[in-house]
C-alpha cells in the first residue's frame, strides 16, 4: 500500500468520525430541526428509568448544552458572572472554565441566567448572553478570542415602545455559522442593526441588515432552487437574507406588539415553510421561491406552539398544540401540507422533542421523560420516567446514546442509548 493509499484511508476514517452520532454542536442539532442522526436507542426503559452516567449543580439560565468532539459545553449563570465550561461528554469530569460578568436583571421572570444554546464550529465556542455578550472562546483551552457587547452598541439606545429593549425574558436567539459569518438577530435600530453578520475569526461586523427586533427563535438555513436562504423569525416578521450581504429575499408579517413571544425555530421541508407560535397568531405555511415566499395557510387551529419547534418526518410533523403557562397543551401529529390531524394526545402537557432512531425523545416541563414511537397513525408510548421534580425548560441534546437535560438546579447525563 503507498502513500497516497494510507492517507487517503486517514481522511475516510477523519470524515466518518467528524459525521459520527456523538455531535450536538448547536440548537436543536446538526441541522437545528431536531434530529438526532445515526443513533441507536433502547426500545424500552427499565422500570426505575434509564441510567444516570453523570450529574452535577447548575447555575441559573435556559440555555441546553452543546456536545461536540467529545465535549459537552454548559452555559449558565452563577451569582454575578455568565459562565462557560468544557466537560468531558462521558464522564461529566470538568475540562476548562471561563467566566464573564453578568448585567442582565430581569423583568419579568426570576431567572437570570443565559438563554442562547452555545454553538460548536471548528474549534471554537461561540456563546450569545442574556444581555447580548457575544464571545468566541478555544474549544480546548477556553480562552477568549474576541468579544462584543452587542445590546450596548446596537440595541440599548432604542425607544422602549412599551416594552424592554432586551426582550421580556432577556436575549435568547441562539447564533447561526453561516457563509463564513456568526449572523445574529441583535435587535437593533441603530445603524439597520437587526440582524448582524460578524466575522468568524476576529468578531469585527461585516454586515448589518433591517431594524427587525429580536425574538427568542433561532435562525435555519437552507437552500432552494439554488439559492441560500438565511431564514429568521424576528419579534414581528418572517424574513430571509442572503448571507453574503444581508440582503432581504422575501418577508412578511408574523408575530404582533404586546405580551408574547416568538421562539420556535422555522422549519424546512423542500420549498416548504413554516413557522409556529401561540398568542393567536398561530402557524404559517409558506412555499418559498427566489425571492418571494407565498403564504398557503395561516391559523392558530393546527398548531399553535408556546416555544417548541416542531420535528419533521416523511413530510409530516409532530409539536406540543398550546401553551404551558395554561395547562392545556396537546401532543399532535398533523400534516401541514392537507392540514390535516392525523392525532392528537389531549392533555400531553408542555414539552420539547426529538427524533432520533424512529422513536420521539419527548422531555416535559414537568420534569417526566418520555420515550414514545414516531407514529403517524396513533400516539404509542413505550416508557415513562421521572427525571427532574422541578421545571424543566431547557432544550435537551442527544448525542450517541447520552441525553443531556437540565432543569433549574441539576445538568444530567442520561443513557439512552441500546445497553450491551
Given amino acids: 500500500m503507498n502513500l497516497m493509499h494510507i492517507l487517503f484511508g486517514v481522511v475516510i476514517c477523519f470524515e466518518a468520525a467528524e459525521l459520527r452520532a456523538g455531535d450536538w454542536p448547536q440548537i436543536l442539532g446538526q441541522h437545528r430541526n431536531g434530529a438526532a442522526e445515526r443513533e ?8 426505575k428509568g434509564p ?41 461529566g469530569d470538568g475540562l476548562w472554565k471561563a467566566k464573564y460578568p453578568a448585567r442582565y436583571v430581569p423583568s419579568f421572570t426570576d431567572d437570570n441566567g443565559p438563554r442562547a444554546v452555545p454553538l460548536v464550529h471548528e474549534g471554537k465556542v461561540y456563546v450569545y448572553g442574556s444581555l447580548g455578550g457575544l464571545r468566541a472562546i478555544d474549544l480546548m483551552t ?17 425607544a422602549k415602545g412599551g416594552e424592554p429593549p432586551e426582550g421580556y425574558f432577556g436575549i435568547g436567539a441562539s447564533p447561526i455559522v453561516e457563509d463564513g459569518k456568526l449572523i445574529v438577530n441583535v435587535g437593533g435600530d441603530a445603524k439597520q442593526a437587526g440582524i448582524v453578520a460578524f466575522d468568524l475569526a476576529t468578531g469585527k461586523t461585516v454586515w448589518t441588515a433591517t431594524s427587525e427586533r429580536a425574538s427568542y427563535s433561532s435562525p435555519v438555513a437552507a437552500t432552494i432552487g439554488g439559492i ?11 424574513l430571509s437574507l442572503d448571507p453574503a450581504n444581508g440582503d432581504v429575499r422575501f418577508q412578511f408579517p408574523f408575530g404582533r406588539p404586546g405580551p408574547n413571544v416568538s421562539a420556535a425555530n422555522p422549519v424546512v421541508v423542500g420549498d416548504h415553510l413554516f413557522v409556529s407560535a401561540s398568542y393567536g397568531f398561530g402557524a404559517v405555511f409558506a412555499r418559498i421561491g427566489a425571492n418571494e415566499a407565498e403564504i398557503l395557510w395561516r391559523g392558530d387551529d393546527l398548531m399553535s406552539s408556546q416555544y417548541t419547534t416542531c420535528v419533521e418526518d416523511g413530510g409530516l410533523f409532530w409539536g406540543i398544540h398550546g401553551r404551558q ?54 400516539y404509542r408510548e413505550l416508557s415513562r420516567t421521572t427525571i427532574f421534580k422541578a421545571e424543566t425548560r431547557a432544550l435537551p441534546a442527544l448525542a450517541d446514546g447520552l441525553l443531556y437535560a437540565r432543569d433549574g438546579h441539576t445538568l444530567k447525563c442520561v443513557d439512552l442509548g441500546k445497553q450491551p
Wanted: hydrophobic content about 40%.
Fill in 40 to 47: 441507536s436507542l433502547a426500545p424500552q426503559w427499565p422500570d
Fill in 325 to 378: 403557562d395554561l395547562g392545556a397543551a396537546a401532543l399532535r401529529c398533523f400534516d401541514p401540507k392537507t392540514q390535516e390531524v392525523k392525532w392528537t394526545q389531549e392533555d400531553f402537557g408542555y414539552a420539547t422533542l426529538i427524533k432520533a432512531d424512529g422513536k420521539l425523545v419527548i422531555l416535559k416541563t414537568d420534569g417526566e421523560l418520555v420515550l414514545a414511537e414516531l407514529n403517524a397513525e396513533r
Fill in 51 to 91: 441510567p444516570t452516567r453523570w450529574q452535577r449543580d447548575v447555575g441559573s439560565g435556559y440555555a441546553g448544552v452543546a456536545v461536540a468532539q467529545g465535549k459537552s459545553i454548559l452555559f449558565h449563570r452563577m451569582d454575578e458572572f455568565e459562565i462557560v465550561e468544557a466537560m468531558d461528554a462521558r464522564t
Fill in 142 to 158: 477556553g480562552k477568549k478570542l474576541w468579544e462584543r457587547e452587542t445590546f450596548d452598541e446596537y440595541v440599548a439606545k432604542r
Fill in 228 to 238: 441560500r436562504h438565511l431564514i429568521f423569525v424576528t419579534r414581528l416578521s418572517v
